[in-house]
């Protein structure tokens, strides 16, 4: 869709002459009287005084510039932005679900911790972990909450050791958290097939590593060949092994990271299962565990008492309660909708859907980039753009923003980190291949025009309001205040 011009703020649309309301008129002094005066603000907030249509059809317009993947293929690497479908939303915005106040005693909520409890089942089984916890209220304080098990796990053993392990080709959340959590991080290469390094593994295994976080597949799209190996060192030297699950929707119902030798793992719900995606939030991050790390889960944990369901605030090494209550349950619900719709046969398929769609789509694209790995991929894969005399300067950016003009979003550029000019490419299960040959159309006309006319294809975008922006000044010298509020 052409951006053809900028939207105004409703700051920039104030007018005092505009304002005018359908709504009856209060002066607010019935309000001010149930308020203690040095609650009050004797200054009036500066608030935009705009019509109340225009507010409408100022936040109309926004939202037909958002980019979703209702409107258009979105194939973002490593955030798996597949279609939900709005019967999750629906279900779990059910009155007796929705309505349930967070306060409501244990025997007024049983229908939704009974519920909670059948998803934790469920997850257990899926992952191989021997109990899982909905607490987390997202993927990366699912990871907190990992880091800090392992860390309450070494301890209780009387071991202080300070330093985690993470592959070169991990996400960017995983030495963040570690390091969050009061760890050292300590970087493993990858070898010249994508995979974890043994030999630079067990150099670097000691008394001191906790950990080592290993996702698999891993973001080059890779299968860890060799994780009964890695499992079997990391172990034998003492540490944990945790598991980000960030990449289980490629192995959902095929293999469990508790048969692959995994201590501790957390789950994406939004990246596997249905649940939004995007934005901060809203989230949920369940984290699984075996045996020996269960004494170490968060409270509150959900107790199910010969079918009646109850709250445990008792657990003396818990590492304590990291959310309100006991999760999301808003997002959890909707995970297990879809979890209901599809069962465990129909997890695996869509699992199998997505490893066949990324390699479907890749077999088209190799003729126009080639990939970093030349193997078998998973859900995912990636290319790259390195090869100056096939490519001259036309880069992985500017691949992006050729993208965006023709109506797609652009797929993750620059990532992972050892991989130069890196394109990562997810088309997840829910696309046809109706839509992946028209990507895949796409993408030669492209080529074929930073062929023909390099300067062109160099300077797009060409359809958005603002041109090419300097990335690095914008993360560097964000202008985050509106002027007229300064």
Same mark, same amino acid.
């Given at each position: 869709?052409?951006l053809d011009a900028f939207e105004p703020t409703l700051f920039e649309l104030s007018s005092e002459n505009e304002?005018?309301?359908?709504?009856?008129?209060?002066?607010?002094?019935?309000? #001010?009287?149930?308020?203690?005066?040095?609650?009050?603000?004797?200054?009036?907030?500066?608030?935009?005084?705009?019509?109340?249509?225009?507010?409408?059809?100022?936040?109309?317009?926004?939202?037909?510039?958002?980019?979703?993947?209702?409107?258009?293929?979105?194939?973002?690497?490593?955030?798996?932005?597949?279609?939900?479908?709005?019967?999750?939303?629906?279900?779990?915005?059910?009155?007796?679900?929705?309505?349930?106040?967070?306060?409501?005693?244990?025997?007024?909520?049983?229908?939704?911790?009974?519920?909670?409890d059948d998803i934790s089942d469920f997850l257990e089984q899926l992952s191989g972990m021997d109990k899982v916890?909905?607490?987390?209220?997202?993927?990366?304080?699912?990871?907190?909450?990992?880091?800090?098990?392992?860390?309450?796990?070494?301890?209780?053993?009387?071991?202080?050791? #300070?330093?985690?392990?993470?592959? #070169?080709?991990?996400?960017?959340?995983?030495?963040?958290?570690?390091?969050? =959590? *009061?760890?050292?991080?300590?970087?493993?290469?990858?070898?010249?097939?994508?995979?974890? #390094?043994?030999?630079?593994?067990?150099?670097?295994?000691?008394?001191?590593?906790?950990?080592?976080?290993?996702?698999?597949?891993?973001?080059?799209?890779?299968?860890?060949?060799?994780?009964?190996?890695?499992?079997?060192?990391?172990?034998?030297?003492?540490?944990?092994?945790?598991?980000?699950?960030?990449?289980?929707?490629?192995?959902?119902?095929?293999?469990?990271?508790?048969?692959?030798?995994?201590?501790?793992?957390?789950?994406?719900?939004?990246?596997?299962?249905?649940?939004?995606?995007?934005?901060?939030?809203?989230?949920?991050?369940?984290?699984?565990?075996?045996?020996?790390?269960?004494?170490?889960?968060?409270?509150?944990?959900?107790?199910?008492?010969?079918g009646k369901y109850a709250l445990n605030y008792e657990s003396k090494k818990s590492i304590g309660q990291l959310?309100?209550?006991?999760?999301?349950? *808003?997002?959890?619900?909707?995970?297990?909708?879809?979890?209901?719709?599809?069962?465990? *046969?129909?997890?695996?398929?869509?699992?199998?859907?997505?490893?066949?769609?990324?390699?479907?789509?890749?077999?088209?694209?190799?003729?126009?980039?080639?990939?970093?790995?030349?193997?078998?991929?998973?859900?995912?894969?990636?290319?790259?753009?390195?090869?100056?005399?096939?490519?001259?300067?036309?880069?992985?950016?500017?691949?992006?923003?050729?993208?965006?003009?023709? *109506?797609?979003?652009?797929?993750?550029?620059?990532?992972?980190?050892?991989?130069?000019?890196?394109?990562?490419?997810?088309?997840?299960?829910?696309?046809?291949?109706?839509?992946?040959?028209?990507?895949?159309?796409?993408?030669?006309?492209?080529?074929?025009?930073?062929?023909?006319?390099?300067?062109?294809?160099?300077?797009?975008?060409?359809?958005?309001?603002?041109?090419?922006?300097?990335?690095?000044?914008?993360?560097?010298?964000? =202008?985050?205040?509106?002027?007229?509020?300064?």
């Amino acid at each position: 869709m052409p951006l053809d011009a900028f939207e105004p703020t409703l700051f920039e649309l104030s007018s005092e002459n505009e304002g005018r309301s359908w709504l009856p008129q209060d002066d607010g002094a019935e309000l #001010d009287a149930l308020l203690p005066t040095q609650c009050l603000n004797a200054d009036m907030p500066s608030l935009p005084i705009v019509a109340e249509l225009d507010v409408v059809r100022h936040f109309t317009k926004l939202s037909r510039r958002n980019f979703c993947i209702e409107s258009g293929f979105y194939p973002l690497g490593s955030c798996t932005m597949k279609y939900n479908p709005k019967i999750c939303d629906s279900l779990a915005s059910l009155p007796g679900f929705a309505n349930l106040h967070p306060q409501a005693d244990a025997d007024m909520a049983q229908g939704t911790l009974g519920l909670m409890d059948d998803i934790s089942d469920f997850l257990e089984q899926l992952s191989g972990m021997d109990k899982v916890t909905t607490n987390p209220c997202a993927g990366a304080h699912g990871e907190f909450c990992g880091m800090l098990l392992v860390r309450a796990y070494h301890r209780d053993q009387g071991s202080d050791r #300070d330093t985690v392990l993470v592959p #070169d080709s991990a996400h960017g959340t995983n030495p963040a958290t570690a390091a969050m =959590v *009061g760890y050292k991080t300590l970087e493993v290469k990858s070898n010249a097939e994508g995979c974890v #390094d043994l030999d630079d593994l067990k150099s670097k295994l000691n008394d001191n590593v906790a950990a080592l976080m290993l996702t698999n597949p891993n973001t080059l799209g890779l299968f860890e060949k060799d994780i009964l190996e890695i499992a079997k060192v990391v172990h034998d030297a003492g540490a944990l092994l945790y598991y980000d699950g960030a990449n289980l929707n490629a192995i959902a119902g095929v293999a469990r990271p508790g048969d692959m030798g995994f201590d501790v793992v957390h789950i994406n719900l939004h990246k596997t299962f249905s649940t939004p995606h995007g934005g901060g939030g809203p989230g949920a991050g369940p984290v699984g565990v075996k045996s020996h790390l269960v004494p170490y889960l968060p409270i509150p944990l959900i107790e199910n008492n010969g079918g009646k369901y109850a709250l445990n605030y008792e657990s003396k090494k818990s590492i304590g309660q990291l959310s309100t209550f006991f999760g999301n349950t *808003g997002i959890v619900l909707r995970a297990y909708v879809y979890m209901r719709m599809h069962g465990a *046969g129909g997890i695996r398929q869509n699992s199998v859907h997505a490893v066949l769609n990324a390699r479907y789509l890749k077999y088209k694209l190799k003729d126009l980039i080639p990939a970093e790995i030349d193997a078998d991929n998973m859900h995912e894969f990636v290319l790259t753009l390195k090869d100056k005399k096939r490519f001259g300067d036309f880069n992985a950016m500017a691949f992006a923003k050729n993208l965006i003009d023709r *109506g797609y979003h652009a797929p993750t550029v620059y990532f992972p980190l050892i991989v130069k000019e890196a394109l990562m490419i997810e088309p997840t299960e829910t696309e046809s291949k109706r839509t992946l040959d028209e990507f895949a159309a796409v993408v030669a006309d492209i080529m074929a025009e930073a062929k023909a006319d390099p300067e062109k294809a160099l300077h797009a975008p060409y359809t958005t309001p603002v041109r090419k922006l300097d990335e690095v000044t914008a993360a560097r010298q964000p =202008v985050l205040t509106q002027p007229c509020l300064e």
